[in-house]
């Protein structure tokens, strides 16, 4: 019976979401732009935590932008838009992507892989109510096309500046949480910025590995 079971859960996920699940190819992200764009004294001018979004989804090209800018590679060595203490790099970012939230991406959660500026799918379905209902029920964030939720791996810090790693694993998500908010600006995008939730709920919503504690969650999408 259990055998039979566990058969047709893998057949329904698999039907479901072809290229979704542990193990399931990564979706390489266009290159980001580099030059051109919104002069960053507008962006700074124009960045605000934005707690309303219109229906609208994003492209590739946009999600790419957003992660690039938040945290991406900039150099051959592995250094990033965001400084990192020892270039230790604590963080991780996961996009929640919402049901028609990105086009040519399914609904689900998918990490960001920094070197191969790619995702990796982790789970199907859409994540954003799960995840608004873990953020004590701050139900705007929902409406938002996609989320990214940062999370902090404190041993990768530890390691080597001991307990003081702790802080400077949340000092480094100011640096990526502020980048990400003023590539949305940039592009003329906005996002929020949420830190009340609950841990736990949090990390189940988004699925996230145990050693990943969730840290932020950041609302990305068309202001109304
Ligand atoms: C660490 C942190 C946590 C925050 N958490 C929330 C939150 O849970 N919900 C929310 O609506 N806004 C949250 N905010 C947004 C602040 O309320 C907002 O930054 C502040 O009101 C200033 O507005 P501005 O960002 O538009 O300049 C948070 C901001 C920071 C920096």
Redesign the pocket.
């Known amino acids: 019976m259990y055998i039979w079971w566990s058969f047709v859960m893998v057949l329904g996920i698999t039907l479901l979401y072809p290229s979704g699940g542990q193990g399931a190819e990564a979706v390489k992200l266009p290159p980001p732009v580099k030059t051109g764009g919104m002069p960053l004294a507008e962006a700074l001018e124009v960045?605000?935590?934005?707690?309303r979004f219109a229906s609208r989804p994003l492209d590739l090209a946009q999600v790419s932008q957003i992660l690039w800018g938040a945290d991406g590679t900039t150099d051959p060595r592995g250094l990033r838009t965001s400084p990192s203490a020892g270039a230790t790099f604590p963080l991780d970012l996961y996009l929640v992507v919402g049901e028609r939230g990105v086009k040519d991406l399914s609904a689900g959660i998918y990490h960001y892989r920094v070197e191969a500026h790619a995702l990796t799918p982790v789970a199907p379905g859409d994540a954003r109510a799960a995840v608004a209902r873990a953020?004590?029920h701050?139900s705007?964030m929902a409406e938002a096309p996609v989320m990214v939720v940062i999370t902090g791996e404190y041993r990768r810090c530890t390691a080597r500046y001991g307990e003081r790693g702790v802080r400077y694993t949340h000092m480094e998500?100011?640096n990526v949480?502020q980048n990400l908010?003023l590539a949305a600006e940039a592009l003329g995008l906005g996002a929020?910025?949420?830190?009340?939730?609950e841990d736990k709920a949090l990390a189940q919503a988004a699925k996230l590995p145990p050693a990943h504690e969730p840290l932020?969650?950041m609302p990305v999408g068309y202001k109304p």
């Open positions: 960045r605000r935590t934005v707690r953020s004590l701050q705007w998500v100011g949480s908010f929020g910025i949420v830190g009340a939730f932020l969650v």
